[in-house]
């Protein structure tokens, strides 16, 4: 488990972005595989994710999950809710103490977000998809709907996907550059021509400063480049495996 000091230094908080080691699954999921949606065994998933709240010292229970679908949707959380019934949205914020908030990744950015004055938490899924169509937005908006004021807002970026990774294609830019032509700063050339290398976590970065953040840090790591730390997605694609595990990324708001 990975922790940044900026959220460790906010009392009542406790965070913590797991890797894919310490857990039960085997095979292309070795081994702590969080992820519900893949094909994994769901007594495996459900062992890891108990494990994982574990070494959080907090029940199995306590853990509150999302179907991700890279929206820009947001929900408010005052309960745990059975994961077969979770809602489909790629935020949760929440103000009630005891519930982890859990963001799961295999490539995508996860963010978790502290009010350092405020009892007021956030973790969203920030994909290229949903951070480009305002998923960082709606989040910090919810929260300053519930009383956080922005620059008291602490930002922390987990284990994503880097640039060197991050190929793309000619008509990726351009939604971009649309929302603002400084985003050029985030592509570049690839040694495919006509093709880009795109800066998720610089992206995701400037976003959350640009909505008034002014303590954001991230976790300095690669996760198509880490196999042994790390799921992810474009590498078990470029391998021609079936699936891939997701690795769990929570923040919670101590009692």
Request: charged share 20%; with cysteine.
């Amino acid at each position: 488990m990975i922790t940044l000091s900026a959220l460790n230094e906010i009392i009542r908080i406790r965070h913590g972005f797991f890797t894919r080691e310490g857990g039960v699954s085997q095979g292309i999921y070795t081994s702590l595989n969080c992820g519900p949606g893949s094909a994994d065994d769901p007594a495996a998933v459900q062992e890891n994710r108990s494990r994982a709240m574990a070494m959080m010292d907090l029940p199995a229970n306590a853990l509150v999950t999302v179907h991700q679908a890279h929206t820009a949707d947001v929900v408010t959380v005052t309960s745990a809710w059975d994961p077969a019934g979770r809602p489909t949205a790629d935020a949760m914020v929440t103000t009630t103490p005891g519930l982890a908030l859990g963001i799961l990744t295999a490539d995508c950015a996860p963010v978790l977000l502290a009010d350092r004055k405020q009892g007021i938490v956030a973790a969203a899924h920030a994909g290229w998809k949903g951070a480009v169509g305002g998923v960082l937005e709606n989040t910090v908006a919810r929260m300053v709907d519930l009383g956080a004021k922005p620059k008291n807002i602490v930002g922390a970026i987990g284990p994503c996907i880097g640039q060197r990774s991050y190929e793309v294609g000619p008509e990726f830019p351009a939604p971009f550059l649309a929302e603002i032509a400084d985003n050029h700063d985030f592509f570049a050339p690839s040694p495919k021509a006509g093709h880009f290398l795109f800066d998720l976590p610089g992206y995701v970065s400037r976003k959350l400063a640009r909505l008034g953040l002014v303590d954001v840090t991230r976790v300095p790591a690669d996760t198509c480049r880490d196999g042994a730390r790390f799921f992810s997605y474009r590498r078990s694609t470029l391998a021609g495996e079936k699936d891939y595990g997701r690795q769990l990324s929570v923040i919670v708001l101590e009692r």
